[in-house]
């Protein structure tokens, strides 16, 4: 499955931004999905995940409240919007596809990935 993220940009601490995901090339609803960020100079971190069938959800602690994970699998697409923005949720966004149906929030469960979408939240 192709990933394609989109909806990054810059925004000020406590504003909200949507981030969108477009899958192609298998069946979507087939496969759990996450979401990643890579700030610089630290790993890769989960932030997100929801099951295939959009049933049940996981989050980071650091961002439990703040952020929806959802998708729409008429539309082949995966969200994540973020509100109440943070100086340190600065980072790379990455969306993820596990070929699972339970949301998972392991890394190497993962075998695709877009190639991430960068949000700069400003002090």
């Known amino acids: 499955v192709q990933l394609q993220a989109s909806g990054g940009g810059l925004v000020q601490a406590g504003g909200s931004l949507r981030l969108s995901c477009a899958a192609s090339?298998?069946?979507?609803?087939?496969?759990?999905m996450g979401w990643f960020r890579q700030a610089p100079g630290k790993e890769r971190a989960f932030v997100a995940a929801?099951?295939?069938?959009?049933?049940?959800?996981y989050y980071a602690d650091s961002v439990k409240g703040r952020f929806t994970i959802s998708r729409d699998n008429a539309k082949n697409t995966l969200y994540l919007q973020m509100n109440s923005l943070k100086p340190e949720d600065t980072a790379v966004y990455y969306c993820?596809?596990?070929?699972?149906?339970?949301?998972?929030?392991?890394?190497?469960?993962?075998?695709?990935w877009g190639q991430g979408t960068q949000v700069t939240v400003s002090s």
């Open positions: 090339g298998r069946t979507f609803s087939r496969y759990a």
């Open positions: 993820a596809a596990a070929p699972t149906a339970v949301a998972t929030t392991e890394t190497k469960r993962y075998d695709y």
């Open positions: 929801i099951s295939w069938s959009g049933g049940s959800t």
